[in-house]
């Protein structure tokens, strides 16, 4: 009864975490480029009490085994990389990557990072930075002589526009896009940003519609991957099981209590 108590608060904690993740993919239902997260769990060690195959007596042998568990353990969350929905936004600048692949991002310190959020702007230099001002490692900047409704991204990363008194478009920049070999593997760190691990692997940098690289579509946003209604079920089964070890442990605690009464 008592490794029933423990068994069940390993349970517990982990439907804690569950609808911690749960609840974060849910405020995140309206981040750009957001991609949801699922919780991976395994069952700890057992108390092996006998041995599938050893022997009952001379000539029998037990078929199955007799193993108690000792509850669950969280192993990770996994990022779902899966396309999010594409939302024409009519802004020169919002960018939507269709397929794999991730903006690079400059930080103040020179550290990369990595987005999927292509709600692209530029500042005062005409530098093309993200909404949080981090500037694109492709050092793409806007001439000031443009005609700003002239301005086009093709779905292979090149940007082009008319400058003033021009009659032809003339390529001012290039976006591209950067790969993982496992992108399941990169660390958020907030902002919509992503950063390598050893896990990760190493970048590859691929012209947009190259080498398993997405393409681009200009005045569109990639919205998040997040199903409310995916995420309400997951919440619902969570708070379930939560209740379901509660009584778990209430109940191992109501046989406790029986065996003191035997003793008084």
Wanted: overall charge negative; glycine content about 10%; proline content about 4%.
């Amino acid at each position: 009864m008592i490794r029933a108590l423990y068994t069940s608060a390993t349970g517990m904690k982990a439907q804690e975490l569950m609808i911690d993740n749960t609840a974060n993919n849910l405020a995140n239902v309206n981040t750009n480029g957001f991609k949801r997260s699922q919780m991976d769990f395994a069952d700890l060690v057992y108390l092996s009490m006998q041995q599938a195959g050893s022997n009952v007596s001379d000539s029998t042998i037990a078929p199955i085994g007799l193993e108690i568990g000792s509850g669950v353990r969280p192993v990770g969350t996994t990022k779902l990389f899966t396309q999010g929905s594409i939302e024409q936004t009519n802004n020169p600048l919002d960018v939507a990557i269709q397929g794999d692949g991730f903006f690079k991002v400059s930080m103040p310190d020179g550290s990369p990072r990595y987005t999927r959020d292509g709600a692209l702007r530029m500042d005062a230099n005409g530098r093309v930075v993200t909404a949080d001002g981090y500037l694109l490692a492709d050092n793409i900047t806007i001439p000031t002589n443009i005609i700003p409704s002239s301005l086009s991204i093709a779905p292979s990363g090149v940007i082009s526009a008319l400058t003033q008194g021009a009659t032809t478009s003339q390529q001012i920049g290039q976006l591209n896009l950067y790969t993982f070999p496992n992108p399941a593997g990169l660390s958020s760190r907030g902002d919509n940003l992503y950063s390598t691990t050893d896990a990760s692997g190493t970048e590859v940098t691929a012209l947009p519609g190259q080498n398993g690289a997405g393409t681009l579509r200009q005045q569109f946003l990639e919205r998040s991957n997040v199903e409310v209604a995916t995420e309400l079920i997951s919440l619902i089964t969570a708070q379930r099981a939560y209740e379901v070890n509660a009584r778990a442990i209430r109940a191992g605690d109501e046989m406790l209590s029986v065996t003191n009464d035997i003793v008084r």
